[in-house]
């Protein structure tokens, strides 16, 4: 605090505000020196929900702070990628009680912690596929750096950077250090700081890896203008009447209407299952500097489950991310057909995500529909307007309803029942 | 073996290759420099480092 570092951080957003709460006796733990409390972030996320730029987004931030840090004689004690949420589009670190003095010849003891957390997934999905952000789920700390160096493939080996920090360092996990604690390396400052910098433009370097995407492109070149026009026309009009705080957009694609939303709620998660259209998205609203809008990756048919001791360590995406209202536009087909899911348990999970939801029907004569089909056998005959009215209705009333497109694309305004 | 391996502590092997690429570094900026001195020594122009 007296170092100055607190303000010269807050205020550019960097590390979350907290203010003193007054009394530490009003705390139930009896050793509380001081309360803190934290302003809030709107929604929180795992980084098996970020896409790789926001994982090299906090990467970069947790060095820059590391570094301010390091100036003040002071540093990180751990670099967990959980000490990152973001607030809209921008990283921000939000352990307050990572910061600790320096001594003197102390190496820094998280920089195992950032290549787990950081330099290693970033390598996977730069070298290997941008989806493995999911392997948060299986390695809650991290990923193992020989897990990592074994599933990198040999010309990662060539880049000085990722050699020296993932593959010797892998290599070296299980050395002892020789001749004990008296004889060990003393580290100065200026090393702690090169090797912050070091680890920055290693970080900064990496890109993306090239995955196909069927989606990126999806509404420029395979959607109907026509229809876009209409739905764009009801959606806009249907959520100035219903101003909702909070909104969730399932299958945001590239934020189309996640920006729409966002001109009335406070705060809107575009959440889409296509890591490369997160990405794009994310960047986007970077350089749109809309703040409002959190892109995350999400797949519907298979959401971030609950990690860690009692699978309660972290919680599961679908506790961490309900809304007021939930945008399900052009995804009941995709549910339906590509993963087998019944109108009626879709209808469970968009009761149990928000108060109200626009859900969109897509009929079976639909191209999209049948384009699904070639490849899909129909998991159930039933796939009718019908069916699906009837699934809905028995947990939410039909507020409105109007028809898009020429091929009967229909969309639903439903409000939770109350009572159910 | 391997039991014993357990009971090692995870941070000590990261102290380990932190010092080795500390020294790495430390060369690193030590040869830019001698380059650096060596191409204005000779009268170069000097580039821009990245």
């Given at each position: 605090?007296?170092?100055?570092?607190?303000?010269?951080?807050?205020?550019?957003?960097?590390?979350?505000?907290?203010?003193?709460v007054q009394?530490?006796?009003s705390?139930?733990?009896?050793v509380?020196?001081r309360?803190?409390?934290?302003?809030v972030?709107?929604?929180?996320?795992?980084?098996?929900?970020?896409?790789?730029?926001?994982?090299?987004?906090?990467?970069v931030l947790?060095?820059?702070?590391?570094?301010k840090?390091?100036?003040?004689?002071?540093?990180?004690?751990?670099?967990s990628?959980?000490?990152?949420?973001?607030?809209?589009?921008?990283?921000?670190?939000?352990?307050?009680?990572?910061?600790?003095?320096?001594?003197?010849?102390?190496?820094?003891f998280a920089?195992?912690q950032?290549?787990?957390?950081?330099?290693a997934?970033?390598?996977?999905?730069?070298y290997?596929?941008?989806?493995?952000?999911?392997?948060?789920?299986a390695?809650?700390?991290?990923i193992?750096?020989p897990?990592?160096?074994?599933?990198?493939?040999?010309k990662?080996?060539?880049?000085?950077?990722?050699?020296?920090?993932?593959?010797?360092?892998?290599s070296?996990?299980?050395?002892t250090?020789?001749g004990g604690?008296?004889?060990?390396?003393?580290?100065?400052?200026?090393?702690?700081?090169?090797?912050?910098?070091?680890?920055?433009?290693?970080?900064?370097?990496?890109k993306?890896?090239?995955?196909?995407?069927?989606?990126?492109e999806?509404?420029e070149?395979?959607?109907?203008?026509?229809?876009?026009?209409?739905?764009?026309?009801?959606?806009?009009?249907?959520?100035?009447?219903?101003?909702?705080?909070?909104?969730?957009?399932?299958?945001?694609n590239?934020g189309?209407y996640s920006?729409?939303?966002?001109?009335?709620?406070?705060?809107?998660i575009?959440?889409?299952?296509?890591?490369?259209?997160?990405?794009?998205?994310?960047?986007?609203?970077?350089?749109?500097?809309?703040?409002?809008?959190?892109?995350i990756?999400?797949?519907a048919a298979?959401?971030?489950?609950?990690?860690?001791?009692?699978?309660?360590?972290?919680?599961?995406?679908?506790?961490r991310?309900?809304a007021?209202s939930?945008?399900?536009?052009?995804?009941?087909?995709?549910l339906?057909?590509?993963y087998?899911?019944?109108?009626h348990?879709?209808?469970?999970?968009?009761?149990?995500?928000?108060?109200?939801?626009?859900?969109?029907?897509?009929?079976?004569?639909?191209?999209?529909?049948?384009?699904?089909?070639?490849t899909?056998?129909?998991?159930?005959?039933?796939?009718?307007?019908?069916?699906?009215?009837a699934a809905?209705?028995?947990?939410?009333d039909?507020?409105?309803?109007?028809?898009?497109?020429?091929?009967?694309?229909?969309?639903?305004?439903?409000?939770?029942?109350?009572?159910v | 073996?391997?039991?014993?391996?357990?009971?090692?502590?995870p941070?000590?092997?990261?102290?380990?290759?932190?010092?080795?690429?500390?020294?790495?570094?430390?060369?690193?900026?030590f040869?830019k420099?001698?380059?650096?001195w060596?191409?204005?020594?000779?009268?170069n122009?000097?580039?821009?480092?990245?």
């Amino acid at each position: 605090m007296s170092s100055g570092l607190y303000s010269q951080l807050t205020e550019k957003r960097r590390l979350i505000a907290h203010e003193e709460v007054q009394d530490p006796r009003s705390s139930p733990d009896p050793v509380a020196a001081r309360i803190l409390k934290p302003s809030v972030i709107p929604v929180i996320t795992y980084p098996a929900s970020w896409s790789f730029r926001m994982l090299q987004a906090a990467a970069v931030l947790t060095l820059d702070i590391q570094l301010k840090a390091i100036e003040k004689g002071m540093v990180l004690k751990d670099a967990s990628a959980y000490n990152i949420q973001f607030a809209g589009p921008n990283p921000i670190f939000i352990d307050t009680l990572s910061f600790e003095q320096w001594s003197e010849g102390n190496p820094w003891f998280a920089y195992g912690q950032f290549c787990r957390h950081f330099l290693a997934p970033l390598a996977l999905m730069s070298y290997g596929d941008v989806s493995l952000h999911t392997l948060w789920s299986a390695y809650p700390d991290g990923i193992p750096l020989p897990v990592a160096t074994q599933l990198l493939p040999l010309k990662a080996r060539f880049s000085m950077g990722l050699y020296l920090h993932l593959f010797l360092h892998a290599s070296q996990l299980n050395a002892t250090p020789r001749g004990g604690a008296k004889t060990a390396k003393k580290f100065s400052k200026q090393e702690l700081t090169n090797l912050a910098n070091h680890l920055k433009a290693i970080v900064k370097k990496l890109k993306p890896a090239a995955t196909p995407s069927n989606w990126i492109e999806y509404y420029e070149n395979d959607v109907e203008q026509a229809y876009q026009v209409k739905k764009r026309e009801v959606i806009s009009g249907w959520l100035k009447e219903q101003q909702p705080g909070k909104v969730l957009d399932v299958g945001a694609n590239r934020g189309q209407y996640s920006y729409m939303a966002a001109e009335t709620a406070a705060c809107v998660i575009a959440a889409e299952a296509d890591p490369t259209c997160v990405d794009a998205m994310w960047l986007d609203m970077r350089e749109k500097k809309v703040d409002r809008i959190l892109p995350i990756c999400f797949n519907a048919a298979n959401p971030e489950p609950g990690i860690g001791w009692m699978n309660e360590e972290r919680s599961s995406v679908l506790e961490r991310i309900g809304a007021d209202s939930v945008l399900a536009l052009a995804v009941t087909h995709h549910l339906a057909i590509t993963y087998a899911i019944p109108f009626h348990r879709q209808a469970e999970f968009f009761f149990r995500l928000g108060k109200e939801a626009f859900v969109e029907f897509i009929p079976k004569p639909d191209p999209k529909v049948q384009l699904l089909l070639k490849t899909h056998r129909n998991p159930f005959d039933s796939y009718s307007r019908e069916t699906f009215v009837a699934a809905f209705e028995k947990l939410f009333d039909v507020r409105r309803s109007a028809v898009l497109s020429d091929s009967g694309r229909e969309l639903f305004w439903l409000v939770r029942k109350p009572g159910v | 073996m391997s039991s014993l391996l357990l009971y090692l502590d995870p941070g000590s092997g990261s102290v380990i290759v932190q010092a080795l690429i500390a020294a790495f570094l430390g060369a690193g900026v030590f040869f830019k420099s001698i380059k650096l001195w060596a191409s204005q020594f000779f009268g170069n122009k000097t580039k821009d480092e990245e």
